[in-house]
């Protein structure tokens, strides 16, 4: 859930409701999700701390950088491309 906030605070922010920017910032948003991901696993699978230890730190630590990053409140716009982005469905 704090991977998910942080990623759609930093869009909006990193957005602005500058159309152009949408793919780069999409890609960004999802490396910043991977990065978070990775280091989770590494904790797990490196320092052998348990699975639910490590994602409940991850979830603090990763809270307090979208806490930190917007100030404790987002500010920006998401823009219709984005949207657009985050509702696509593949049809059979």
Known sequence: G???TLTVV???MLLDNDESATWWVILAMLGAGAVIGLVNGLVVAVLRVPSLIATLGTM???GG???MWSGGAPRGYLTDGFRAAGRFMWRD
Do not use: K, P, R, Y
């Open 65 to 67: 950088i979208g806490l």
């Open 60 to 62: 603090i630590a990763v």
């Open 10 to 12: 930093g869009a909006s």
């Open 2 to 4: 704090s991977t998910v």
